[in-house]
């Protein structure tokens, strides 16, 4: 990078470089030197914002985790309306698919930081417990509704959710195959469940 030239929003740079090293290598492959060089950016910059490579990586599963919360935190709002299918599928898949695939793989890669990110988040707030909680607080607003039947175990449920979409970002990826089958387990989790709102 030429001197004197400024980098736009660098962090965000250098996490949008982590969802592209992992897409294509793997976390394995992750280090402080391929990010930055995916990000076109010299080595230094990285560590002018982070103590060091485990701080940034904390600090990326931090604002992905924070990124991801938000999406599926209006899930509870949706109660009553729509389909119980529909509202959960829709969701999952606003859900940016690079940060999903990333951060699922990194975390499987490197279990150790979840600690990092309850430790900024709060306990219970790492990476996919967020979708577990906000499932898990739907479901049960639409039981209040009438909408998920008295006897089912809305954590439980909530749980389900979770793990599938983590299996599927490991295992499948975020494309549109991988959009198809989310669309087609949620369905068999939950699809006996009323499509309409109570009166």
């Known amino acids: 990078m030429p001197r004197g030239v400024a980098t736009q ?4 740079q250098l996490f949008a470089a982590v969802e592209r090293v992992i897409a294509q290598d793997g976390p394995g492959r992750l280090t402080g030197r391929a990010v930055t060089r995916e990000a076109g950016v010299a080595t230094g910059l990285l560590y002018a914002h982070f103590a060091n490579f485990d701080d940034f990586l904390v600090g990326y599963a931090v604002d992905r985790t924070f990124q991801i919360a938000g999406e599926v935190a209006a899930l509870a709002g949706r109660a009553g309306t729509g389909t119980v299918v ?12 690079g940060a999903l695939l990333a951060l699922t ?20 707030n790492a990476v996919l417990r967020t979708i577990e909680r906000a499932s ?3 479901l049960a607003a639409e039981q209040e509704r009438g909408r998920v039947p008295a006897g089912v175990d809305t954590e439980a ?20 195959a991988a959009h198809v089958l989310i669309r087609r387990a949620v369905t068999a989790l939950v699809g006996g469940f009323p499509a309409v709102a109570a009166p």
């Open 105 to 124: 793989r990194l975390t499987a890669h490197r279990p150790e930081l979840t600690a990092g990110v309850e430790a900024v988040l709060g306990a219970g």
């Open 157 to 176: 449920l909530g749980l389900a959710v979770a793990g599938l979409l983590h299996h599927v970002a490991l295992t499948r990826g975020t494309g549109p």
């Open 86 to 97: 529909g509202n959960l599928s829709d969701a999952f898949l606003a859900v940016p698919g």
């Open 136 to 138: 898990a607080d739907y």
């Open 9 to 12: 929003e660098p962090r965000q």
